[in-house]
């Protein structure tokens, strides 16, 4: 940084030169004429041979020398300078997705995922703008007009006034219009992605649109929009149609007072020619200095906004984190929960409310009951992605806020109900959670979650990628490839949050199988709308607006004739349909 | 190299398409050109006029001369200001108003497209050809052809006033050009590779956070924090790596172009100097040719900016032109017959339908009839034919053999949009816009009035929690009506179909569950709803089944049987009469 500083100060030290040499060598030619020096006969001997020659060009190389030096110094300048900042934004993604990875999910149900998205990647090259080209062009402003307003000074104070009246100008102008365009731009953003949201909205309902003869409303109410945006962009380019010229035209306003007060000045015999040359020039390299200085105030002000918004985001508390006198412990698997409530950040609604209940060591449990009425949000706090509001949850009679955050989570196995895979190979995604499998591990996992044949049957098997740049698995085959995941941890607790539901009903039927003859001894939870998934657990929870509303075997529980033995009816009512 | 000519040939037709759309504005471009003529020559005059006041005013200490010559300065720069102004805003728009026409003449024919061509094409690459597409346009349109008329202009004028002052010192400055013109050129192809490094490990850095705070979750539950900030470091170093490399050829390139334009100077001084002492190149002409050699370098760098914008637009149009171009598979009748209020009576006809060419038959010779007023339901697994059906009532597709009729006229003789307003349609998705409830019932219809409207929602039970909404009909609606439970999604897509009181009723029945209170509130609507209308149900609930006057059991694009819920139960070794067994014998276990 402070290097690159220097070569910039050294660069335009080197570039002030490039005037003073040629108004030195316009002098010099003009004392020789003057002089009634005797020019020789041919142009060639002029400029190689005579006396005038030698002068001409000594000053020309010196003149190469300061453009070489300034050249050079200007590659060094943003070797460094640019450089840098790109560093310093590396260090701030690596930090930010640190502290990214250490936030509960309390946060992530705070901030739309979008919203973290933008702090994380827009944010930051909002930032890096200042640091790189805000710095640069700060300093070149400083150091520039510092020589050149020097140099101007000490050849006439008179004209330098007069040459330097429009600049300011030139940088107010540059800040207002900058601030303009920007505001504007925001203005046209927002409506071009209303532009995109309607022909979204017509194209994915197609179908409902035709049918309704609604297709001539549909483009009125595009065009509606299209004008808008069209009007929008009009009053942007009206601003913008003047910035150019009018910059030009302060340029323009410059020279033309130079010439003028110059020329007077050379009548009167106070300033040569040269000096209206040089000041020509230093006025030029000015401009563009002087403009960028109105830019980056304005950058400066959105880069800062930008840095607040980062900070929110690192400032933002780790609230579950292991406590000091963490234990750890030797793992049997029972798990109560005693009147343990939960609502998430920013609702009133408890969620989970006032639910008690004990598992033992080795049990199959299941939990049941409508969208919306707690199911996963109960579960996620065994790993403790939340923390309950009210009551205490334990495991073998420990409260699980005394066990070490990274153990607890060793000991479980959970595959969530949106199964999400990362674009890696399927081994990876496999191996998530393990350190260093082995290929049979993988291989292992994969063949008791029913999956290892459909990963053979793809060409490049277990290291075929997914996502975007890989191929898109069925939704069955996600499930147990999350499945897997889980399982290769050999976890003493095992969490299914609905994770059967896109699994045809024989390969469900081999997963529980096997589930239930390698898996005994370990602790089992299981969320399903599925009756067949859970119709054989120790005990089923019926879970109804955040509480539990009936326990039992599927036996005791149909007995019952109760919320769950409708359900029991509605289902069998619709398997039988679609087998049709 | 054939690939390369035939490039060529699309190109020139490309520009005469798009000069279509340009037409309507096209003395407007004239003007444009014809003021960019101008401006150039005003904006390059003006180191001429410096080389006057230097030589004739200055030299000859004539003040007065001096002043008038400055006055002409000062005319020739607002001049250049006003024509710039101007012209800028012309060309931008003429440029809006073709992007204008262009976008909506796209969305209309998209929109006029089968329902074939969405199911092809996904829902993302229409928005593009609709919107960024068309913006890549504007730059070309915009500011493109007229700014490099303009710069050729500039270059044509400062070559002419140099040369008219003195071709030697002329043929010295731009002794610097090839050299720009090779730096320029090494620069371009350097800096192409280097941004698409840059694009894509861009894209690479940003699906990685982007994948990373969805599935945040899965990597706290297994515990790999810490392994994927490694991962995220070694892509993060790549991006750095990119971007430094892409800031290496600028920091090449800038301060080269700077130090030719530098080294153009010394060369004018010291040639200028020798020559100003033998006569012939005097200090005002000097003055001017330094001024020259920095305008000069601007509008060669801009046309070689201006070239790269050229052809992202072009690809850009051709990806337009090609949507254009798609055919439009359902005609309309030429002289279509107007069904004057129909009783409802729905004719198939041995009807054969395939999606495309070379694909199975989807429906195969398919015949039924659906009296006036009758209920008719459909049956059958995913994929047996039960929405072919609908979309081919609608006219979505044309069948290949048979036919279709609605009161014995067949449905290809009715223009499209009579046709369809004889239907009543509510789909699957129950897809609802972002607006109000109003306006998700309309549908922008403003010969429906709020009462009607009201009506209708009386007759389905959904005015009594329409009622309930902050605002009530005018409750503005989230995306796809995401504030609203399925229940009652699905009773205002009733409504649409209702207000509209159309004689046939066609529903395809959510598949998604229900809670119970709201599937009774359903079921009771749809069965007002279908009173005295004929109707057409996908159906997968069983109470719709029963109810249903006839029903459709579908197999493999074959109706397998058909008649009353009485009649399939008592047809030995029927399909419905297993399904109903199978429900009948669990119903005994439980």
């Known amino acids: ?580 | 190299m054939s690939k390369q000519s035939f490039k060529k040939a699309v190109d020139t037709n490309l520009i005469r398409r798009l000069y279509f759309f340009i037409k309507p504005y096209r003395w407007y471009v004239v003007l444009a050109i014809g003021l960019t003529l101008s401006a150039s020559f005003l904006g390059t005059i003006r180191p001429k006029l410096t080389q006057i006041a230097v030589d004739d005013y200055i030299a000859n200490e004539d003040l007065q001369g001096l002043f008038e010559i400055i006055i002409l300065l000062v005319l020739a720069l607002i001049g250049e200001f006003i024509l710039l102004v101007v012209n800028t805003y012309l060309t931008r728009w003429f440029g809006q108003g073709t992007l204008y026409s262009l976008r909506n003449a796209v969305f209309s024919k998209i929109q006029s497209l089968n329902v074939q061509f969405f199911d092809r094409n996904p829902i993302g690459r229409l928005i593009t050809r609709t919107t960024s597409d068309i913006e890549a346009l504007s730059e070309l349109l915009s500011d493109g052809v007229v700014n490099i008329i303009g710069d050729l202009f500039r270059i044509f004028f400062i070559l002419y006033f140099m040369f008219s002052m003195s071709w030697e010192l002329s043929l010295v400055t731009i002794a610097v050009l090839p050299i720009l013109f090779y730096a320029t050129f090494w620069f371009k192809a350097k800096v192409r590779v280097a941004f698409l490094e840059v694009r894509d490990q861009i894209a690479r850095l940003n699906s990685f956070v982007q994948e990373h705070i969805n599935g945040m979750d899965v990597v706290q539950l297994f515990n790999r924090e810490k392994k994927q900030l490694k991962k995220f470091e070694k892509i993060n170093e790549d991006h750095k790596s990119a971007h430094i490399e892409t800031i290496f050829y600028f920091s090449i390139f800038w301060p080269l172009v700077e130090v030719l334009a530098s080294f153009a100077m010394a060369l004018i001084v010291w040639y200028g100097g020798g020559r100003a002492l033998m006569g012939g190149v005097t200090f005002g002409v000097l003055l001017a040719f330094i001024q020259y050699a920095r305008q000069f370098f601007m509008p060669i760098r801009g046309l070689s900016e201006k070239f790269n914008t050229l052809q992202s637009a072009l690809a850009s149009s051709e990806r337009i032109f090609n949507v254009m171009d798609t055919e439009t598979k359902v005609e309309e009748a030429e002289n279509p017959v107007v069904l004057r209020s129909p009783k409802g009576k729905l004719e198939f006809q041995n009807v054969w339908f395939k999606y495309n060419e070379g694909e199975g038959y989807i429906l195969k010779d398919v015949s039924f009839v659906a009296e006036p007023g009758e209920n008719i339901a459909i049956v059958g697994a995913t994929g047996a034919g039960k929405t072919t059906i609908i979309n081919i009532l609608l006219r979505f597709y044309d069948i290949e053999k048979g036919s279709v009729k609605i009161d014995g006229t067949d449905i290809r003789e009715l223009s499209l949009s009579d046709l369809r307003s004889h239907f009543g349609l509510v789909l699957q998705d129950n897809a609802l816009f972002s607006g109000t409830i109003l306006e998700n019932i309309t549908l922008a219809n403003e010969e429906i009035t709020r009462e009607q409207v009201i009506e209708a929602a009386h007759k389905v039970e959904a005015h009594r929690f329409i009622e309930k909404l902050p605002g009530t009909y005018d409750y503005k609606l989230r995306e796809r009506g995401a504030s609203l439970s399925m229940g009652q999604r699905q009773l205002i897509c009733f409504v649409r179909a209702l207000v509209y009181n159309p004689q046939i009723l066609i529903l395809d029945e959510a598949t998604s569950s229900i809670d119970s209170e709201t599937e009774a509130l359903v079921t009771e609507a749809s069965e007002r709803m279908m009173t005295g209308r004929t109707s057409i149900i996908v159906a997968h609930r069983l109470s719709t089944i029963q109810g249903a006057d006839k029903i459709l059991v579908m197999h493999k694009g074959e109706i397998r049987e058909i008649g009353s819920h009485q009649e399939l139960i008592l047809k030995e070794d029927g399909l419905y009469k297993k399904l109903y067994e199978l429900q009948y014998k669990e119903q005994l276990v439980s």
């Open chain 1, 1 to 580: 940084m402070v290097l690159g500083a220097l070569f910039l100060t050294g660069a335009n030290f080197f570039l002030v030169w490039i005037p003073v040499l040629i108004r030195q060598t316009m002098d010099e030619v003009e004392a020789l004429s003057d002089s009634n020096y005797d020019v020789p006969d041919s142009l060639f001997q002029t400029l190689f041979s005579s006396e005038a020659g030698i002068i001409l060009a000594e000053n020309s190389l010196y003149l190469l020398g300061s453009v070489a030096l300034y050249g050079v110094l200007l590659f060094a300048t943003r070797q460094t300078l640019i450089v840098s900042s790109r560093k310093v934004e590396f260090d701030m993604r690596n930090q930010v997705l640190e502290k990214l990875m250490k936030l509960p999910q309390r946060f992530y149900a705070k901030f739309s995922s979008g919203e973290v998205y933008v702090r994380s990647t827009e944010d930051i090259n909002k930032v890096r703008e200042y640091y790189g080209p805000v710095i640069m062009y700060s300093i070149n402003t400083i150091t520039r007009a510092g020589f050149v307003i020097t140099m101007m000074y000490l050849v006439n104070k008179e004209l330098m006034f007069w040459a330097l009246i429009p600049l300011p100008l030139i940088s107010v102008f540059a800040y207002w219009i900058t601030g303009y365009i920007h505001k504007h731009s925001t203005i046209i953003q927002e409506q071009y992605s209303v532009l995109a949201g309607q022909a979204k909205e017509t194209f994915s309902s197609i179908r409902l649109i035709k049918a309704y003869n609604r297709i001539d409303s549909e483009q009125v109410k595009f065009e509606r929009l299209s004008e808008g945006y069209r009007k929008k962009k009009l009053r942007l380019d009206m601003i913008e149609s003047l910035f150019h010229p009018a910059l030009n035209f302060l340029i323009g306003i410059s020279l033309i007072i130079v010439i003028w007060k110059g020329g007077a000045m050379v009548i009167e015999g106070i300033i040569t020619i040269g000096n209206i040359a040089e000041f020509l020039i230093y006025v030029a390299y000015l401009i563009w200095p002087v403009a960028a200085l109105g830019y980056t105030t304005n950058r400066f002000q959105r880069s800062l906004a930008s840095w607040n918004r980062i900070e929110e985001v690192l400032d933002e508390d780790v609230e579950i984190e292991s406590s000091s006198e963490a234990q750890s412990i030797d793992l049997k698997g029972s798990i109560e929960f005693k009147n343990v409530s939960f609502k998430y950040p920013g609702s009133e609604e408890k969620v989970i409310n006032n639910v008690s209940f004990k598992i033992e060591a080795g049990q199959n449990v299941a939990f049941v009951g409508r969208t919306g009425s707690g199911k996963t949000t109960l579960i996620q706090l065994i790993p403790r992605l939340f923390d309950p509001v009210e009551g205490t949850i334990l495991i073998d009679g420990i409260d699980l806020k005394s066990i070490n955050l990274d153990e607890l989570r060793s000991l479980i196995g959970y595959v969530p109900q949106e199964t999400f895979l990362f674009s890696d190979t399927i081994g990876e995604n496999i191996a998530f959670g393990v350190e260093d499998a082995s290929k049979e591990m993988i291989e292992g996992a994969a063949e008791k979650a029913q999956v290892k044949e459909n990963i053979l049957d793809f060409e490049k098997k277990f290291e075929t990628i997914l996502g975007e740049r890989g191929i898109t698995l069925s939704g069955g085959q996600k499930q147990r490839t999350a499945i897997a995941r889980a399982l290769i941890k050999n976890p003493g607790i095992l969490i299914f949050d609905d994770s059967l539901s896109a699994v045809d009903t024989k390969t469900e039927e081999a997963i529980l199988k096997h589930l239930r003859s390698g898996l005994s001894g370990k602790t089992t939870i299981m969320i399903s709308h599925r009756i067949s998934t859970i119709k054989d657990a120790d005990i089923i929870h019926y879970l109804k607006d955040g509480s539990i509303a009936e326990s039992g075997t599927h036996e005791e529980l149909l007995a019952k004739n109760g919320h769950y033995t409708s359900m029991y009816n509605k289902q069998i009512l619709e398997e039988e349909l679609a087998e049709i």
